[in-house]
């Protein structure tokens, strides 16, 4: 298995008993004789999965006889526009939903069922997603290089576009499809001005053709600068009366060439990319202008919120709060914020952004990221569905208890019909398209929850992993253990207690406490950990930065006081003395130190329950993972002795007795991160 077929996997259903009861009701495909292509492709998906998973042909036509499986478009207040019903006829199953989306999605749900060992009896099944966009974020780029991208190059050939339409644009599709994700920006958030150009647009319209029968919608990262770039203007100030123009007629030629393109995605004043500050303009003066240039057309702005100033004395925490609460209010209703999930940058644990909840009259987009920058990138074994939940589940309190952020993002908190939720994507052209087999299990999560936040990150594990790995039942239990505990056990090597943004720098692979010099502060470590002879970790109470103030009472209460603050989040938020008993039972050395070991030998823990399922995996799969994992073990270990000898310069402590010292000296350590930052 070269893990190309993804989840998709319809391989014959082992169980003969289980084969019979779905053959009895799958003798047949009915849809009505008018069906567009949306509807044609949910029968042909229907038929695909049925086929190979029944071992029999299962034919597509009209309507008669008993044991078919019936796809109905019809009215239906209650499923919204994408959400299906699944239910058992006297003379059949029937799919109905109010849109063809909505039956393509019933339509991949019913195979779920079968393809995980559900059996047919009784069936009555509804859904609808609960945020509305549901979107990858590809951080492509024009020439095939993909930003962060650690699974081979990008999957858009641009030079061949539009004749060429590679065959894995549509498998792309399908997968999204399958999981409910509805929209795709092509192309990364520092983005080139040509795909605003004629020569440009034709190639995204062959592909928004491809995306188009799975209900997928494309949107385009936008320079902010095209105007001068690409349009000849002197200018791109958001009020200058030329400026608007021109967007409005790039937008209506966009239109024009793809009638149902999704809308912007922009990143302004962000990390050196222009912005509407460079003319004294602010953010909602720039949105607001592209929401006015896309005027009629349904489509929306997402408005990037990751923004930190150059030359900011302040604690990088608060920027884009500063920036943007201020704003609440002042953005045209095609407008979403996009907000990252944490204050900082995707780092493995990090507090809810201190933006949801706090931007009342703005729908907030969460921009998660699947794709391992902090993570690992495609070597460790990190299965995200834990950080994506813990982000949704956290309380903002900002109307009360239950004020979570997943009800900020579905819009239900705050009365929002616009909603949205972003994955930066970790696909590339590697044959199995995530490099590392079971970072494919983070694609299907982020859209499993973009559908339905309320689902535990256990069973999407469990499914994911019946549907493309095994379907052994020890195995199912052994793999998803493994999955389950792998980012805790990831935050445990690299940064355990809060500590964050220790990483190697400009690559972000690899630890590199001790790096004190970059182009600016807040890009080094040494600013994030504050370490010294007291202690450890970043006061952000009153008497520090005072970044909790920015959360409402109920949610920073918990953090603000180190005794009552969870060990997981402590050094984000205190300065904590090396002695200090901590709620653990043990000094913060001891249990820095202890953590940093117990994560490292938690990755043998990983490679053992790994050999446990090799008699149930695809052999050549499992040999991958199996060695990814050595690799992650040695990684492990690179990070466990760096930050410990390090902080022990600081803290002069020994290393507590049950644990056995690094035998290597950090000099040689340091080494080691200079290879890998080929600096
Ligand atoms: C950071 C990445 C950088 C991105 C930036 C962003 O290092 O490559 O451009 O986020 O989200 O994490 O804009």
Known sequence: DDGYRLWLKYDLLPEGSARKAWQAQAKGISLDNNAGPTLQTAASELQLGLQGLLGRPVPVGAPGGKGRIRLRVAPDATLGQEGYRISAQKDGIEITGPTDAAVLYGCFALLRQVQTGQLPDKLSLSSQPRIQHRLLNHWDNPNGTVERGYAGSSIWKWQELPEVLDPRYQDYARANASIGINGVVLNNVNASARYLTPEYLRKVAALAGVMRPYGIRVYLSVFWAAPKVIGGLPTSDPLDPKVKQWWKARTDEIYQTIPDFGGFLVKANSEGEPGPQDYGRNHADGANMLAQALGTHDGIVMWRAFVYKANSKGDRFKEAYEEFQPLDGKFDPKVLVQVKNGPIDFQAREPFHPLFGAMPRTPLVLEVQLTQEYLGFATHLVYLGPLIKECLDSDTHSQGPGSTVAKVVDGTLEKHSLSGIAGVANIGSDRNWTGHPIGQSNWYAFGRLAWDHTLSSASIAEEWTRMTLTRQPEAVAAVTDVLNKSRDIY???TTPLGLHHIMGQTLHYGPEPWLAKSDRPDWTSVYYHKADSVGLGFNRTASGSNALSLYAPGARQVWSNPATCPPSYLLWFHHVGWGQQLSTGRSLWDELTTRYYTGA?????????????????????????????????REALWWRDACVLYFQTFSRRPIPQALTPPTRPLAEIKQLVDLYQLR
Do not use: F, G, N
């Open 491 to 493: 935050v445990r090597y």
């Open 601 to 633: 030998d938690s990755v043998l823990w990983m490679q053992q329950r790994w050999e446990q399922v090799k008699p149930a995996l695809d052999a050549r799969l499992h040999a991958d993972v199996a060695a990814r994992l050595r690799i992650q073990h």
